[in-house]
């Protein structure tokens, strides 16, 4: 029997598929709602072979064709800034949109320079900005200014985005290449830091509507 839906979760660096973290917890919770002959849910590390994932997620939906696979994504810190990104653009190589991505505190990931995950967003923004505005002769090197980004693949249709911003690491800013995709802002949680943001409720409550919305 094909798989119609699939329910991936993606853990962050240093995290334990297996362990008793926010992020299992939550796998769990979403095993009981929606697994089922027809929807699987499955696990994964930050750095797994997303190629294999993908492949494996086409070949156990054959032979539904690619509007009636539903894909939902979830993913913690660098299961998103490298993970889920990885995934969607190998599912988009199969022809397959993905019909929710949340993120939870999704942290850049660069594989050269990956302390770049320690940058602090809003204050490089703010850095940016005012050498445009006071050093204006700066300007052809504000390019060392860069704000740090997730650059959303244009197979994604809905992005659920979840963030904190009392500890570093802390969530990038999202940024989506297809117009019509559609990006929810959940706000900041001020009352968690990256290492507990996962453990959210509020978090907890955004993934488990996103996988049963349409």
Same mark, same amino acid.
Request: charged residues 20%.
């Given at each position: 029997?094909?798989?119609?839906?699939?329910?991936?979760?993606?853990?962050?660096?240093?995290?334990?598929?297996?362990?008793?973290?926010?992020?299992?917890?939550?796998?769990?919770?979403?095993?009981?709602?929606?697994?089922?002959?027809?929807?699987? @849910?499955?696990?994964?590390?930050?750095?797994?072979?997303?190629?294999? +994932?993908?492949?494996?997620?086409?070949?156990? $939906? /054959? *032979?539904?064709?690619?509007?009636?696979?539903?894909?939902?994504?979830?993913?913690?810190?660098?299961?998103?800034?490298?993970?889920?990104?990885?995934?969607?653009?190998?599912?988009?190589?199969?022809?397959?949109?993905?019909?929710?991505?949340?993120?939870?505190?999704?942290?850049?990931?660069?594989?050269?320079?990956?302390?770049?995950?320690?940058?602090?967003?809003?204050?490089?923004?703010?850095?940016?900005?005012?050498?445009?505005?006071?050093?204006?002769?700066?300007?052809?090197?504000?390019?060392?200014?860069? @704000?740090?980004?997730?650059?959303?693949?244009?197979?994604?249709?809905? +992005?659920?985005?979840?963030?904190?911003?009392? $500890? /570093? *690491?802390?969530?990038?800013?999202?940024?989506?290449?297809?117009?019509?995709?559609?990006?929810?802002?959940?706000?900041?949680?001020?009352?968690?830091?990256?290492?507990?943001?996962?453990?959210?409720?509020?978090?907890?409550?955004?993934?488990?509507?996103?996988?049963?919305?349409?």
């Amino acid at each position: 029997m094909p798989i119609a839906q699939h329910i991936i979760v993606i853990n962050g660096f240093q995290q334990d598929r297996y362990g008793d973290t926010g992020l299992g917890r939550l796998a769990t919770r979403l095993h009981e709602l929606y697994a089922s002959p027809i929807q699987a @849910v499955s696990v994964h590390a930050w750095n797994d072979d997303f190629k294999g +994932v993908a492949s494996r997620i086409w070949h156990a $939906s /054959r *032979p539904l064709s690619w509007e009636e696979i539903d894909i939902r994504i979830i993913a913690f810190s660098w299961g998103m800034g490298h993970g889920a990104l990885s995934l969607c653009r190998e599912l988009a190589q199969h022809g397959l949109d993905v019909n929710a991505l949340v993120s939870c505190d999704g942290v850049y990931h660069h594989q050269r320079y990956p302390w770049l995950a320690m940058v602090n967003p809003s204050r490089v923004a703010r850095w940016r900005a005012g050498v445009e505005l006071y050093l204006p002769w700066c300007a052809p090197l504000r390019w060392l200014l860069n @704000v740090p980004t997730l650059r959303i693949p244009a197979n994604v249709l809905k +992005v659920h985005v979840c963030r904190q911003r009392l $500890s /570093r *690491p802390m969530g990038a800013e999202i940024v989506t290449q297809n117009p019509v995709t559609k990006v929810y802002d959940h706000g900041f949680d001020d009352t968690r830091n990256h290492f507990e943001i996962d453990n959210s409720p509020e978090f907890h409550a955004i993934a488990i509507r996103a996988c049963g919305e349409k």
